[in-house]
């Protein structure tokens, strides 16, 4: 029972931290965007879920998201949200024509995009949307946010992984030993000198929490 009652307190923290940091980037995009509320829209690799938890007035006819998985197409999200339109995608063009978008959003993803795909796939945002705003988090924070876990990042792939086995994200997702392993060893944050080779026309803004750069946020407009 003490165990039920811990992972149940874990999830209420977890989630109310990721709140709390969306519901701030929500604010930030609105300062950037503040027309994003009539704004042609593409998430790419983002959920119908994010936009609920955002809370700005987003009609969810003008979002489409572009995903290369099958699990967020069973995303539970509110009435509103859940019949935002919804396509798979190869991860590496995105089948629309050049500037079909007002704003492209990108939220926690390219720390996910191998090394050796990040040009190509920021030439692709870049090419159907007029604006764009990536955020991913920072190298530099000592908290992994993935794995709600301090430093792992930093130390050697071989023994972060292993930390990862008392991990709360671990814990509480219980992943099988062959998804959990590529989720780590497929995560791989930024530096700022990588972000800035990315995107060397952007305007590049930081998150900060307490006196660490959590994230940056990477603005385009044309």
Known sequence: MSTQINLKLWHKFIFTITTFFRRRRA??????????????????GGSRHFWESLNINVPKENITIYNISKNETNTVASKKYNDINFWLYNGENIPVEDNEFDILVCNSVLEHVPMKNRFSLVKEMSRISKNLICQTPAYSFPFEPHFVFPFIHWLPKKIGYYLTYITPWRILSHPSEETAKKYFYDTNLLTIQEVEKLFPESNIYYERFLAFIKSYYIIYKK
């Open 27 to 44: 604010k930030f995009l609105l300062s950037i965007f503040p027309d994003i509320e009539i704004a042609k829209i593409c998430d790419l």
